[in-house]
């Protein structure tokens, strides 16, 4: 169930980081490139700023205590915040499900979403927290 709840301090604080990284990013690059460029971008930013990240990290999909696939995180930061890129023309429905997927597959409780196909990244930032 996702929740209006604040995180504690240092997740927020992990999450103003990758927001404040996200927005150089965009600034320096704009809307309209491949999520690809933007990850590359958003790393290079995150390890300029000292900001610990795992890049296309698999996890595991379980049903019940099956393992049933895998799939992949776009980014976990300071191992506690999963950051999904994309570069669509709005946000759907659909992604927010995905990243709360994300979360419940892995314990991860914050995640952000980044359209960065966006004017103002601002329009392209949505935080999902999972209680």
């Known amino acids: 169930m996702v929740e209006l709840l604040e995180p504690d301090k240092q997740l927020d604080s992990i999450m103003h980081d990758v927001i404040g990284a996200a927005i150089e990013v965009h600034r320096y690059l704009g809307p309209g490139l491949l999520e690809a460029v933007y990850e590359k971008a958003l790393c290079l930013e995150l390890t300029d700023r000292r900001i610990k990240y795992d890049r296309q990290l698999q996890f ?72």
């Not at 393992?67 to 759907?92: C, F, S, Y």
């Not at 429905?93 to 979360?103: D, K, V």
């Open 60 to 131: 595991d999909v379980k049903y019940k205590s099956y393992v049933v696939g895998q799939n992949r995180l776009d980014l976990l930061v300071e191992n506690e915040v999963v950051v999904e890129i994309k570069t669509v023309e709005t946000l759907a429905p659909i992604h927010t499900a995905q990243i709360i997927a994300y979360l419940k597959c892995t314990g991860y409780r914050l995640g952000l979403l980044v359209n960065f196909n966006v004017v103002l990244l601002k329009q392209g930032l949505r935080r999902i927290i999972l209680s």
